[in-house]
């Protein structure tokens, strides 16, 4: 046998890696022309691309933009691109883009709502992205109300006391919370909140509104519609359903058997009825339920229930996140002492809603599409104005401007979250 | 392991005292009348073939498990069912796991810091302050920024270890600290232990490094099927192990 005895005297350096031949030829052969079945895949797909852009783009861009009826803008496409063109026509969403932003909101209030969207930005901002200052957050914490008083207008007075009611809500909680448990503290924050405003709001509201009369002009909800509504109904769902999907995810894993009962019989049952027929219960039985005379607004009607389905949907996905954190992160936090809340709010939460945000971000997008379902019920969302556009003699025809012109609004703000949420997931990356 | 054995003193006030415990998994019959009394400035190994119940019974002292009968009292406070109790203990003994479970979401220095701001209310400049000391101890503090899952085993658990410190426990439990880590990296963290020990801290150790309990344990506790069969000095437990059971065990782990 030969020695097979070798010792290193000097450890390698690192090299770097070899420079391999790149530019364009390389990466078409690498990613398309590879072999020969990739190569026919490659020509297949570009005629199939080459196919569907070459009747879509003249579509979009031979097309006319200032015509008052579908018959104008034929002929005015007709005219300007020769006989048998056929052309979109933009015109529609010309003529009718306040309509499909505003609904039927008043014109000289336009600015109430573009204002409440710009705020928006601006309240959420401090949410999605650190590095900004957190006192922004008290905005944050103020915008409801304030898009809520821009929206509806009326008197300041009404949404200034439901603030009331959550400060009368939180000393509530501070009182009982100190002599007793936290759980009896947040019991009497909900009891306070909702006895206040069930009895006291409505009267205190207007007393003050005698006094100090401020208000501006209130529109109703019937005059609502458009991505308006849409945009209403989505942010104050996905807002609210984050935070009621954790109470019920963690009610779902409690050891307290009444809370557990409760918790998954509510997600059990809003998971198992469509949403149409919860909206159709928010539109119609609902009101059988209500003292007569009750004026219960539709559009919040549909939002509560909106939420609650999200909520149900939420918590479940939330539920996969905690499912997912291994048993030792429970017990590093309580061999530190730390109390339940406390490593719930600081260890458990943080890092079970990091593993959750693909899902909860998918929940979001399915919610915002979902709000195209309130026109079912006679709503004047988007498509519920497309079907009053389409049934008008100028427009009566027109489908696919229309409809693409939602789409594509559509698109963009779900785009956008997916967008969101994979910075997110970047960002809070931590491992390697 | 060369270094001279300190001496160290043994204080005669009991740190921890177990009476007659019994623990159930089910019917299961983990633990079986466990009595124990721990000084405080003990070091204490255990040690035993796996499924003896070694694990269960230090984390029962911290209430992480719970038992069915029996009595435990830390530091003169009472382990009942009482949550305030028992975070109250746990705020006063530090617990280093065999899998660190250091957060991943947080950097070094915010899990040194978490506990002592949230738990004992101290300012957080002050706890960074704690926190880099603890660090420094470990060996560690160019680390502080960084965060778990980029450090090597053996540094997360001195992480951990250093995180426990930070809570100023009387008490330190370690749930064999090495036995997830690389030969090259037990060292560094059985240095990290061994200098604590010899600091007066008051340490109950489950491990099987028959070493570290030569040099720093002042008695070694053999558990068997759930029940304490032996404890003794390390010399005379070693070298002269009264059980069959004992004998047995050491002969399979030191015999190779």
Request: glycine fraction near 8%.
């Amino acid at each position: 046998m030969k020695n097979v005895s070798y010792v290193r005297t000097e450890m390698l350096q690192e090299k770097a890696p070899p420079v391999s031949q790149a530019g364009i030829i390389k990466w078409l052969r690498d990613n398309m022309f590879s072999n020969i079945p990739n190569s026919v895949m490659s020509i297949a797909a570009l005629w199939a691309i080459y196919y569907v852009l070459s009747d879509v783009l003249p579509w979009t861009f031979q097309s006319s933009w200032n015509a008052k009826s579908l018959g104008e803008c034929r002929s005015a496409i007709a005219a300007a691109y020769g006989e048998g063109t056929s052309g979109a026509c933009w015109s529609v969403i010309h003529d009718r883009f306040l309509q499909l932003i505003f609904g039927f909101y008043p014109k000289e209030l336009y600015w109430r709502p573009v204002v409440a969207f710009v705020l928006m930005f601006v309240a959420i901002a401090p949410v999605l992205f650190d590095g900004l200052p957190k006192k922004m957050l008290r905005f944050t914490m103020i915008y409801p109300f304030l898009a809520f008083w821009l929206l509806w207008g009326g008197s300041i007075w009404f949404p200034l006391m439901i603030i009331a009611g959550f400060v009368l809500g939180a000393m509530a909680f501070n009182v009982v919370s100190k002599m007793a448990s936290s759980l009896l503290g947040i019991i009497a924050f909900a009891l306070a909140t909702v006895l206040w405003w069930l009895f006291f709001a409505g009267g205190a509201a207007g007393a003050l509104q005698s006094i100090v009369p401020l208000s501006i002009e209130a529109v109703p909800s019937s005059n609502f519609g458009g991505f308006m509504l849409s945009i209403t109904i989505g942010i104050i769902g996905i807002s609210l359903s984050l935070p009621i999907g954790i109470v019920l995810a963690l009610g779902r894993q409690s050891d307290l058997l009444i809370v557990k009962v409760i918790c998954v019989g509510f997600i059990e049952f809003i998971r198992g009825v469509p949403l149409i027929t919860l909206l159709f219960v928010a539109s119609t039985l609902l009101n059988y339920f209500m003292p007569p005379g009750t004026n219960f607004d539709l559009i919040l009607r549909v939002i509560i229930m909106v939420t609650l389905f999200a909520s149900a949907y939420m918590a479940e996905v939330i539920r996969g996140g905690l499912a997912a954190l291994p048993k030792g992160q429970y017990e590093g936090a309580d061999s530190l002492g730390l109390d339940f809340w406390q490593s719930t709010r600081l260890i458990i939460m943080p890092q079970a809603l990091k593993i959750s945000i693909p899902n909860i971000v998918s929940s979001f997008i399915g919610l915002f599409k979902d709000t195209t379902l309130v026109s079912i019920i006679g709503l004047l969302d988007p498509i519920g104005l497309s079907t009053n556009i389409r049934a008008n003699q100028e427009w009566n025809g027109v489908i696919w401007e229309l409809y693409g012109f939602i789409a594509i609004v559509f698109w963009i703000f779900c785009f956008s979250m997916s967008r969101y949420s994979m910075y997110l997931e970047r960002k809070l990356q931590t491992g390697h | 392991m060369a270094k001279a054995k300190k001496k160290l003193v043994v204080s005669d006030k009991v740190a921890i005292q177990i009476e007659n415990m019994n623990k159930w998994y089910g019917s299961f019959h983990v633990l079986k009348d466990i009595n124990l009394t721990v000084y405080q400035g003990e070091r204490i190994v255990v040690c035993g073939p796996s499924g003896s119940g070694k694990s269960t019974l230090i984390r029962c002292i911290n209430a992480l498990e719970e038992h069915q009968q029996g009595k435990i009292t830390v530091d003169g406070t009472h382990l009942s069912s009482d949550l305030k109790n028992i975070d109250a203990i746990r705020s006063e003994v530090g617990m280093c796991f065999q899998h660190f479970n250091l957060f991943p979401h947080l950097s070094i220095l915010d899990n040194c810091t978490l506990a002592p701001i949230w738990v004992r209310k101290i300012p957080k400049k002050e706890a960074e302050e704690t926190a880099m000391h603890f660090l420094e101890k470990v060996k560690i503090p160019e680390q502080a920024d960084k965060f778990p899952g980029q450090l090597s085993g053996g540094q997360q658990q001195r992480v951990a270890i250093a995180r426990s410190l930070c809570m100023q426990p009387r008490i330190m439990l370690f749930d064999e600290p090495t036995s997830a880590l690389d030969p090259e990296m037990i060292k560094e963290v059985l240095d990290t232990m061994i200098e604590l020990a010899e600091e007066g801290m008051t340490m109950i150790c489950v491990t099987h490094e028959m070493g570290f309990a030569r040099q720093v344990a002042n008695r070694v506790i053999f558990m068997d099927a759930g029940q304490i069969v032996e404890q003794n000095e390390p010399e005379a437990f070693f070298n002269n192990p009264q059980s069959e059971r004992t004998q047995l065990f050491l002969s399979q782990i030191l015999g190779h």
